[in-house]
């Protein structure tokens, strides 16, 4: 099987490294479509705690969802390719996103807070200059469970049509090809 891969790869190279940039693309985007809808939203709702206990009870919720069953429920809804591929993986990194910044700025001890109001300075920059500084760490994690994820799930965007690496896992499980099936995992193993 060894020199199967060989082969495979030295023959197939350009069209691993498309499948390869597909898989990132798609990650990527996902990632930053759910951060650009997690962060913020966390931030509004440090504000109101009712609200944020839902958001989160609702990404959990869609945590729960198989992924197959979800790309299944937006294909008559957005068609198949990239699209129901990216809502997908939103969906997914939704939760660890929100969940983390909401608790980085949640976190902060209270004296802090009280402190920063009594310098007077307006809520822009509490949350600029100290607030999100302080909670980076715990937004960076998110990001990265998120962007973990993503990776690993993204591997079912090739049942749609959306390419990446899981197409090659996909067409070796079809030809009953284990080469293919190592390529494509093992690359799809090793990107986070």
Not at 139 to 148: E, T
Not at 158 to 184: D, E, H, M, P
Request: proline share 5%.
């Amino acid at each position: 099987m060894a020199t199967q891969i060989w082969h495979i790869l030295t023959t197939q190279s350009g069209e691993i490294v498309q499948a390869l940039g597909q898989h990132l693309a798609i990650s990527l985007v996902a990632l930053l479509i759910a951060a650009v809808i997690g962060i913020p939203l966390a931030i509004i709702l440090t504000e109101h705690k009712r609200l944020a206990e839902l958001m989160l009870q609702v990404t959990s919720v869609l945590q729960t969802i198989p992924s197959l069953a979800l790309l299944g429920l937006l294909i008559p809804l957005v068609g198949i390719g990239t699209v129901p591929a990216v809502i997908t993986l939103v969906l997914y990194a939704l939760m660890p996103i929100f969940q983390n910044t909401y608790a980085g700025l949640t976190g902060i001890d209270p004296a802090l807070k009280e402190a920063e109001i009594a310098f007077g300075l307006p809520r822009r920059k509490r949350l600029l200059r100290i607030e999100i500084p302080l909670a980076m760490p715990l937004i960076i994690s998110g990001l990265r469970i998120a962007l973990v994820m993503i990776i690993g799930t993204a591997t079912l965007a090739a049942l749609i049509g959306a390419g990446g690496l899981g197409t090659y896992i996909l067409v070796g499980i079809q030809s009953n090809n284990n080469a293919l099936l190592v390529i494509g995992a093992a690359l799809s193993a090793i990107l986070p």
